[in-house]
């Protein structure tokens, strides 16, 4: 199974941030990551597939980027509604598995 | 709009098995894939399979093999999850999430998901 590292596993930061959060495979899986956001008794929510490719109606604030087996996710200019835990997931090879989450925690 | 409805909550006692449902609208429910993801309380996602409704055709995570079983009626578009030999480990939020493919046909992803069933298993 390839398994998928994210980190921090926590952060503090103020609205207006730019936060950065990483996520490493443990072999090389291209660009197939993608990166989902999850609030609180929430279902995850898509923002990003392929690595880069920002989904439908998730703010241009968001990207992604990487390949092989590091990838970063990016909030240009956190928003009150960014605080939320992020995970990433690959989809190079079943099983589906995803990082262990990263918590966007207010400052 | 594409929504995936849950059923409700289960209370379930350990050795027992708890079947979900998901039903599908606004879109064709055999047109994508439906794939099962569980998350305990405070934990991670954890993917546990994964069905073509179209051909009826399963795959599942190794760690549930032979306890798992994901089935499809395609005439009221509804998915089923059922998990056998329930332990507490088992507690847990079920979610049904919509597998796609990009346009390019390589990218696959969850691009919908349903509000979760809590499963509890406790004696």
């Known amino acids: 199974d390839i398994q998928m590292t994210q980190s921090p596993s926590s952060l503090s930061a103020s609205v207006g941030d730019r936060v950065t959060i990483t996520c490493r495979a443990s072999?090389?899986?291209?660009?197939?990551l993608n990166w989902y956001q999850q609030k609180p008794g929430k279902a995850p929510k898509l923002l990003i597939y392929?690595?880069?490719s920002l989904q439908s109606g998730v703010p241009s604030r968001f990207s992604g980027s990487g390949s092989g087996t590091d990838f970063t996710l990016t909030i240009s200019s956190l928003q009150p509604e960014d605080f939320a835990t992020y995970y990433c997931?690959?989809?190079?090879?079943?099983?589906?598995?995803f990082g262990q989450g990263t918590k966007v925690e207010i400052k | 709009q594409v929504q995936l409805v849950q059923s409700g909550a289960e209370v379930k006692k350990p050795g027992a098995s708890v079947k979900v449902s998901c039903k599908a609208s606004?879109?064709?429910?055999?047109?994508?894939?439906i794939n099962w993801v569980r998350q305990a309380t405070g934990q991670g996602l954890e993917w546990m399979g994964w069905?073509?409704?179209?051909?009826?055709?399963?795959g599942y995570a190794q760690k549930f093999q032979g306890r798992v079983t994901i089935t499809r009626n395609t005439s009221i578009s509804t998915a089923y999850m059922e998990l056998s030999s329930l332990r507490s480990e088992d507690t847990a939020v079920y979610y049904c999430?919509?597998?796609?493919?990009?346009?390019?046909?390589?990218?696959?992803?969850?691009?919908?998901w349903g509000q979760g069933t809590l499963v509890t298993v406790s004696s």
């Open positions: 072999q090389s899986i291209s660009t197939y």
């Open positions: 069905m073509n409704p179209n051909s009826g055709n399963t």
């Open positions: 392929g690595a880069s």
């Open positions: 606004g879109y064709t429910f055999t047109s994508y894939d």
């Open positions: 999430a919509r597998g796609t493919y990009d346009s390019s046909g390589y990218q696959y992803y969850f691009d919908y």
């Open positions: 997931q690959q989809s190079y090879s079943t099983p589906w598995t």
